[in-house]
T-cell receptor, first 111, second 115 residues
Framework: GNSVTQMEGPVTLSEEAFLTINCTYT??????LFWYVQYPGEGLQLLLK?????DKGSNKGFEATYRKETTSFHLEKGSVQVSDSAVYFC??????????FGDGTTLTVKP | DAGVIQSPRHEVTEMGQEVTLRCKPI?????LFWYRQTMMRGLELLIY????????DSGMPEDRFSAKMPNASFSTLKIQPSEPRDSAVYFC?????????????FGQGTRLTVV
């Protein structure tokens, strides 16, 4: 069945460190891929997305590339800030309309 | 647009009481989703609607849970009777057009505590 596997947390980094959060998916059809971010006490909000193979989504210094051959969509940022501390969710949906989310990865960035 | 609006933001109720959570989706969005988030189970899809019609309610945990969408601008999730294990954050989300795999826009959630 459909599923998303993302790197287990928590992840703790120092400010300006490089971030990678791995995400792989299992889906029927040709999904669109998303990264959402959830700050404390808030709902999820879209961080970036990619809708076809080799597309790169980017926003706020974060990037992820749709790799169809490895069914992956790893999130990266070259230099994290304290304000990036949040929970990050990898997700996909197909034209059935329903999103499938990973379990979330908690990132803490220390000054 | 103000985004997806949920009410109340916090709800504390006693076991056995009825609880109703409310959601106003973004105007023009035709898909609406109810999610539940807990530490143990993460983010779970409870039910989703397309054009006000329930499409998939397989995530609704049991008959105590029910959801309605009487029109395009309003939805409710009701728990009757409530139990302590229903304590969670409940999110409503909406999206534009399910045929094109769009992103979902989430509300700020309702934190429910059943004592």
């Amino acid at each position: 069945g459909n599923s998303v596997t993302q790197m287990e947390g928590p992840v703790t980094l120092s400010e300006e460190a490089f971030l990678t959060i791995n995400c792989t998916y299992t889906a029927t059809g040709y999904p669109s891929l998303f990264w959402y971010v959830q700050y404390p006490g808030e709902g999820l909000q879209l961080l970036l997305k990619a809708t076809k193979a080799d597309d790169k989504g980017s926003n706020k210094g974060f990037e992820a590339t749709y790799r169809k051959e490895t069914t992956s969509f790893h999130l990266e940022k070259g230099s994290v800030q304290v304000s990036d501390s949040a929970v990050y969710f990898c997700a996909f949906n197909t034209n059935a309309g329903k999103s499938t989310f990973g379990d979330g990865t908690t990132l803490t960035v220390k000054p | 647009d103000a985004g997806v609006i949920q009410s109340p933001r916090h709800e504390v109720t006693e076991m056995g009481q009825e609880v109703t959570l409310r959601c106003k989706p973004i105007s023009g969005h035709n898909s609406l989703f109810w999610y539940r988030q807990t530490m143990m189970r993460g983010l779970e899809l409870l039910i989703y609607f397309n054009n006000n019609v329930p499409i998939d309610d397989s995530g609704m945990p049991e008959d105590r849970f029910s959801a309605k969408m009487p029109n395009a601008s309003f939805s409710t999730l009701k728990i009757q009777p409530s139990e302590p294990r229903d304590s969670a954050v409940y999110f409503c989300a909406s999206s534009l057009g399910w045929e094109f795999s769009p992103e979902a826009f989430f509300g700020q959630g309702t934190r429910l505590t059943v004592v």
